[in-house]
């Protein structure tokens, strides 16, 4: 979550607050400010190194899970470093220890214990992550000021997505399929261990792109699961959220968010893939279950039966085993002569938080929790029910940015 570029809710932003981000497995999260960075765990919560800059902030903060190595670009009213520059930054050595110039400027930077990818205005570059990135592959896309891409974690898959050169369109690479690398150990910062990088490779690569017309409006979110086996996206519209198969390039699902415009900053899978979270600028969150989309059926008023069904929101299967599915409307039977709008399927799970303002939310390991970031410096958790889903209970609720220095808990 860039918070460098204002929006219409950004007037309930913590002052300072650049940037906001989880690491890949979800264990901890990222902060640019305008005087440095800091890292925080998720569960629980708590700040775990902080580094306070005189001299300027910090507007990307990229982890690589828990170890040692940070991708940083300079950022906000008087940027640390040059916003056309990478640094890799050692946290064990307390230093640079690798700066990647660019003629224009970065917009994201994501990591993967071999690879480095750096997002520009209309180009997505791959490196080797070595002490001397040698780049691998350049792909054009469409205008990309919000830096989407998205990079799966899992070591034995490496997939690459990201804007099309059309609008609302998305391109796929396997980067395993094109060049084998070594990977880098996991080293955490907070532990002692000795700095890794890995080897790069010699091989020249080539890329096969597969490529998706996911909307007809520009990308807005763009994300993947662990292994890249999926992807899911938003447009700015921001109403309906598209998970695709990105081998086969097939819509799997389609969810409705609602009805009204929103900026949808954050949409993430659970562990096995089976749900995916979203949260927006409007401080709302929807669960949406994959697994269930098609095997469960809800009804929406009345008591006993389809005329006269359980209460609104909750699910009724029609096998004990069938996962349980997402809200629909009462009028879906009519698909095929009313607007789409009425075979939607929305939200398995919901809730909103104390504030309109943008967040970015997660979920916490094999747990029915869902954690929130919000852009006010607020940290929550709510907890859902896996059978009947509906409004989820606010379990906590923190504020990750303190005013006093004396609040560091590290």
Known sequence: ???????????????????????????????????????????PLKEKMRKEFDDGGICIVEMLFRCNYLALVGGGKNPKYPPNKVIIWDDERNKAVVEMEFRSEVKAVKLRRDKIVVVLANKVIVYTFSLQPKKLHMFETIDNDRGLVALSSSEKHAMLIFPGRQSGHIQIVDLNSVVPTTAV????????????????????????ISIIPAHTSPLFCLVTNVDGSKCASASDKGTLIRVFDTGSTKLLHEFRRGVDKAEIYSIAFNSDSSRICAGSDKGTVHIFNLEGAHGSRVYQGGVGSPTGGPHYGEVTQH???????????????????????FSSAWS??????????????????????????????????????????????????SKFLKESDDDYLG
Request: charged share 20%; aromatic share 14%.
């Open 1 to 43: 979550m860039n918070l460098s570029k204002p929006s219409p809710y950004s007037a309930a932003d913590a002052p300072g607050l650049l940037y906001a981000s989880f690491n890949q497995d979800y264990s901890c999260f990222s902060c640019g400010l305008e005087s440095g960075f800091r890292i925080y765990n998720c569960d």
């Open 185 to 208: 150990a996991s080293s955490n910062p907070f532990e002692s261990s000795q700095p890794r990088f890995p080897m790069a490779s010699s091989t020249k690569p080539t890329a096969n």
């Open 319 to 341: 096998h004990a085993h069938t996962p349980s599915g997402n809200r629909q409307s009462s009028f879906a039977f009519m698909k095929d002569l009313l607007p789409k709008y």
């Open 348 to 397: 398995f799970a919901q809730f909103k938080v104390a504030a309109d303002c943008r967040c970015i939310c997660a979920f916490v390991g094999g747990r029915d929790m869902v954690i929130v970031i919000c852009a006010d410096g607020s940290f929550y958790r709510f907890v859902f029910d896996p059978q009947k889903g509906g409004e989820c209970v606010r379990e906590s609720y």
